[in-house]
Each structure stands twice: as structure tokens, then as C-alpha cells.
């Protein structure tokens, strides 16, 4: 997944005031929902509306806003909300992270450990939102539900006053 490797580098840790692994980071991924997703952009999240810390990342309502009236004229859907956990978490949804992330049916919730670093898309954790609740994605059942392939993939930046494009991408 290059957009992956280039996005999470530069943005979950290059950011200007970031130290490496000191704060959780994440972003959304866009695309057209069909059998098998495909991301089409990807939107990281940080500034105004987004709480990152140590151990917490959470997003406004009014930053999917933003984000939404900027996808939807475009054809383009939320197909997941990806994070990192830092050193030593697992990379599995926490309480907290169910309870906050968005709550709608076939959405992706992706957690990232060391800090956007861990390369092995496989050992991340992957869960989709089904019957009220975030539940694991079973091995072998991701390439069903999503296309790793990497394409054209626009990267964007956003929080709750506004977006900006990062680089178009592929
Ligand atoms: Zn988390």
C-alpha cells in the first residue's frame, strides 16, 4: 500500500511540532463504496477539531462536516477512519475508540501500532462496523471487502476549518 507507506510517514510524523510516537495521529479514507473498496483519498486530521494525545484521537463532528461536503460532489464516501497507536499499545480499537468513532454500517475502523510505523498491513487491526458494533475483519476476508492495490490516490489534509491538498498521488 504505497500511499500508506508515503502518506503516514510524512504526516502522522513529519509534522512540524510532532515528535516521533508522541501522540496518536490518523486519518479517513475515501472512495466509492462498492463490493470491493478502493481508497481514492486519503484525508489526514490534525488541528482544529482533532484531539491528539498520548493514547487518544478523536474527531469532531464538525470535521467529518468538512470532510463529507468535500467528498460527497465528488462521488466519494467514507469507506474507513484509520489511527495509530503508539509503542507498546496494541493495535486494537479501544473502548474509547468504538465508543467515538463514527457508528455506520460497513465503515472501516483501522488501527495502526508504532505510531504509523508498523509496515505489515496484515498485523494491523482491522474492523468493520456491522450490527451496532465494530467487529474484527477474519483474515481472508479483507480482500473481499477491500482492495490493497495501490492506484492514484489523492492525499489531502483537514480539520474543522477546512481542507487542503496535500499531493495527488499514483
Ligand atoms: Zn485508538
Redesign the pocket.
Known amino acids: 500500500m504505497d500511499y500508506i507507506e508515503r502518506g503516514y510517514r510524512r504526516h502522522f510524523e513529519g509534522r512540524p511540532g510532532t515528535r516521533p510516537g508522541v501522540r ?1 495521529a490518523g486519518a479517513l479514507w475515501l472512495g466509492v463504496r462498492e463490493d470491493v473498496a478502493r481508497t481514492a483519498a486519503v484525508v489526514f486530521l490534525n488541528g482544529e477539531g482533532v484531539e491528539a494525545s498520548r493514547g487518544r ?1 478523536k474527531v469532531s463532528p464538525e470535521v467529518f462536516g468538512v470532510v463529507t461536503r468535500w467528498a460527497k460532489p465528488r462521488g466519494l464516501c467514507l469507506l474507513g477512519v484509520v ?1 495509530t ?1 503508539l509503542h507498546g499499545v496494541p493495535a486494537r ?2 473502548r ?2 468504538r465508543e467515538h468513532n463514527v457508528q455506520v454500517p460497513g465503515v472501516l475502523a483501522v ?1 495502526i501500532g508504532e505510531g504509523g510505523w508498523d509496515e505489515d498491513h496484515t498485523i494491523w487491526g482491522w474492523y468493520v462496523y456491522e450490527n451496532q458494533d465494530y467487529r474484527p475483519i477474519l483474515v481472508g476476508e479483507l480482500k473481499e471487502k477491500f482492495d490493497m492495490s495501490s492506484g492514484k490516490v489523492e492525499l489531502l489534509g483537514a480539520n474543522a476549518e477546512g481542507m487542503w491538498e496535500i499531493a495527488k498521488d499514483g
Open positions: 496518536e484521537w489511527h497507536h480499537l479501544s474509547a475508540d488501527v
